[in-house]
């Protein structure tokens, strides 16, 4: 049974850094692409970034671009998102997903390609 577990969520202020973790039990880590996701509340749940199974390769959406970096420690079998510059808009779950499948770098955006979801993590930011 594959777990995730999100961890490092709070409240902050505007300009404020954040950096959340996401650990992995009960699989092989390094056999998942992992990504993160967030939802605000009302809106749909969407990609903040990804990274490939060595590491190597990150994605990320263009609000958060510059901004937040992802990064994986396979011995540690977790995942991160470091969040610098916060804005009030950034306010949401955050949820760390992984997906054991090939991806495209247009297939990282996509929920529905992540079979492995975390229960999430709240981030509010303060103006």
């Known amino acids: 049974q594959v777990q995730l577990v999100e961890s490092g969520g709070r409240l902050v202020q505007a300009g404020d850094s954040l950096r959340l973790s996401c650990t992995v039990s009960g699989g092989s880590f390094s056999m998942y692409a992992m990504g993160w996701f967030r939802q605000a509340p009302g809106k749909e749940r969407e990609f903040v970034g990804g990274?490939?199974?060595?590491?190597?390769?990150?994605y990320y959406a263009d609000s958060v671009k510059g901004r937040f970096t992802i990064s994986r420690d396979n011995a540690q079998k977790a995942v991160y998102l470091q969040m610098n510059s916060l804005k009030p808009e950034d306010t949401a779950v955050y949820y760390c997903a992984g997906s054991l499948q090939f991806l495209s770098s247009r297939a990282y955006l996509a929920s529905a390609e992540y079979g492995y979801w975390g229960q999430g993590t709240q981030v509010t930011v303060s103006s």
């Open positions: 990274i490939s199974r060595s590491g190597g390769t990150e």
